[in-house]
C-alpha cells in the first residue's frame, strides 16, 4: 500500500494520518518535517496563510514531489472559499488528485474515503534496479578493442 506522509501544525492532521493507516493496515505515517519516503506516497497536509501551502509542506514536495501521488488537505469551514485550499493548489502544480479535504480532524467518513481509495489503487512495480544505479553504472564496463 502506498505510504503516507503528514504535514502537521497543531495535531489534526497528525491524528487523521495516523487513523487513516491504522484503518487501512498501512505502515505508521512519515513526518513530512523528519522524514524522507523510499517510494510513491500519499501527502495529508493542511491549509495555511489565506488558502496556502504551508512552507514546510512545499520544502517537502520541492525534494520529493516526483513520488506525490494523491493529496489530502485539513482546512476549516470558516474559511469559505479557502476551504482546505492547499489541496487544489498541490493537485494542480503536481498533476495528481485531489483525495479528500477535511474539515479540522476529519469524519469518519472522509476517514472510509482515503481507506477506500488507498485500498483501489493499483501497487506500483518498483523502478528498474538499472535506473536506481549511478549513470557511470548502468552499461556494463567495456574492455574496449585493445
Ligand atoms: C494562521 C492560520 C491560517 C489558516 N488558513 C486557512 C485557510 O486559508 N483555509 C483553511 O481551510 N483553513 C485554514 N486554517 C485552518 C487549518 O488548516 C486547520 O485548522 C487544520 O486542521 C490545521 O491542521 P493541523 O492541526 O494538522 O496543523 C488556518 C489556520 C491558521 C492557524
Known amino acids: 500500500m502506498l505510504a503516507l506522509v ?4 497543531t ?17 505508521a505515517p512519515l513526518s513530512a518535517r523528519l522524514d524522507a519516503p523510499e517510494g510513491p506516497f500519499l501527502l495529508l497536509t ?12 512545499r520544502a517537502f ?3 520529493h514531489g516526483p513520488l506525490l501521488r494523491g ?5 476549516s469551514y470558516h474559511w469559505g472559499v ?7 493548489v498541490i493537485a494542480a502544480e503536481y498533476g495528481v488528485p485531489v483525495v479528500a479535504r477535511i474539515n479540522k480532524g476529519g469524519t469518519a ?15 506500483e512495480a518498483p523502478s528498474s534496479p538499472s535506473s536506481s544505479l549511478p549513470v557511470a553504472r548502468r552499461h556494463p564496463w567495456n574492455p574496449g578493442s585493445n
Do not use: M
Not at 11 to 27: L, T
Not at 46 to 57: E, I, L, Q, R
Not at 82 to 88: I, T
Open 82 to 88: 479557502n476551504f482546505a485550499r492547499a489541496a487544489d
Open 6 to 9: 503528514y504535514d502537521s501544525l
Open 61 to 63: 514536495l520541492d525534494r
Open 109 to 123: 467518513a472522509d476517514r472510509a474515503q482515503v481507506v477506500a481509495w488507498l485500498r483501489a489503487r493499483p501497487i
Open 71 to 75: 493529496v489530502v488537505a485539513s482546512g
Open 46 to 57: 493542511y491549509t495555511f496563510g489565506t488558502g496556502d501551502v504551508p512552507g514546510s509542506t
Open 11 to 27: 495535531g489534526n492532521v497528525r491524528r487523521f494520518a495516523q487513523q487513516v493507516a491504522g484503518e487501512a493496515g498501512a505502515k
